[in-house]
């Protein structure tokens, strides 16, 4: 039985069978404990009252009549008896019967005490709930009157409906297995769709989704399907753009090396111009080399900053340490550099990342800024954090092309030759690195107005 709803068809029936089985023990129960019970303590009240009629003396005709008038229009066997040794035969019956009481009971009937007995009587053969009270006098036991009640357990009551009893039982079984067939296959069916998306999403088939048709846990659970689903066919179609960019990106100076490198050992290219060849191949290596570089740091975006990478910096040095390296392209562009730093600002970072977030904004506006141009460097605490912004009085990027800006592999200008912009990898490996650092990145910029980048980090009391 492999399957999750034959599973819980199979227990649910049970449930019913103990159910069913509880009920009859149940009902026994309160039979016993209620009905019988109230019978005795009505018998008991009954023989009380007539044994006060008993005045002393032997158990006299009038007596035995009196109570015989009461007995037949009382709902229980009542008859009383002179002498208990011959009870038996006194009793309305031919047969000599066993006595009703032994030794021990007489001897409490004597002492003046009633006895109850339930259980199956032989003289009546039949389950009886019987009360006994003695007539003594002087501790002679005169006689006894007798009470019984015949006891009938509910099966006994319904002998004969028994088979229409257990019949009924039967088909209230089959049906309401039937019932919780259906139910749990209603129920159970958005699970077996599930199961066979999962089986198609591991296929590879990620369009796969199921119908959410509740709002129960099994809604809920193919609802985070298909968002799971989603997100997995997102970053699906993302690793193939991705590997599809960067297998253009690297084509391109492939092919240039290997063009002029071939075209130089074939002597095709004519000595005046070999030069100007190797210097291409020169360049193109190296922008393979700063590519296959950034790569590699965008491939280990997942990792989070180890604990051991970690630790205080004086923001403003380090923003000075990036400008050091940053200092000989200011100067060919004759850049204005403004520096507002707080030199109080602490934060609790991989120095060397932090130093490549600056590097590559400062980079940025380096580039896309005119020459003279000017560049504004700001650091101070903002609402408990440690707020940077570098600005610029360069190009701009259009408002379109914001909400793309940190994307792998995003040009502004899509006609822009890859000799006057980056890999477009500098801004995702910026986004990634400050994420890393429990910070946030945004970007403003009006074209030909200039652009400003503001990088958050949290200052050290915040993560201590």
Known sequence: MKKLSSKLWLLIVLFLSMTVFFMYIFTNFLYEQLYVEDTKASMIEIGEKLQTKYKGGKVTDEL?????????????????VRNPRELSACVPFEIDYDTLIGPDERQRLIAGKKITKIGYEQRFERQIISVILPFTDQNRLEGILYLYFPLAKISELAKEEVLLLITGAIMFLIIAAFFVYQGMR??????????????????????????????????????AFNQMAHSIQQEDE?????????????????SYVKGYSEAIQSGIIEEDKRDEAIQLIARESARMER????????????????????????????????????????????????????????????????KQVFINVLENAIHYSSEGGCITIDSKTLNNEAQILISDEGIGIPVEDLPHITKRFYRVNKARSRLDGGSGLGLSIVEQIVKQHKGSLKIKSIVEKG???????????ELE
């Open 64 to 80: 035995i009549y009196e109570i015989e008038q009461y007995a037949d229009y009382a709902n229980v066997e009542i008859f009383a």
């Open 186 to 223: 209603k129920i159970l069916q958005p699970l077996a769709n599930l199961q066979q998306a999962v089986n198609q999403m591991a296929n590879g088939d990620y369009q796969t989704r199921v119908d959410v048709t509740s709002k129960d846990e099994i809604g809920s659970l193919s609802s």
């Open 238 to 254: 993302a690793q193939k753009s991705f590997l599809a960019t960067v297998s253009h990106e690297l084509r391109t100076p492939i």
């Open 291 to 354: 590519l296959t570089n950034e790569l590699m740091q965008l491939a280990r975006k997942e990792e989070a900053l180890h604990t051991n990478e970690a630790e205080p910096l004086v923001l403003a040095e380090t923003i000075r340490d990036a400008l050091s390296l940053v200092e000989q392209k200011v100067a060919l562009k004759s850049i204005q550099l403004i520096l507002q730093l707080e030199e109080e600002l602490i934060v609790i970072g991989d120095e060397q990342k932090l």
């Open 451 to 461: 652009t400003q980048v503001e990088i958050m980090f949290p200052i050290m009391e």
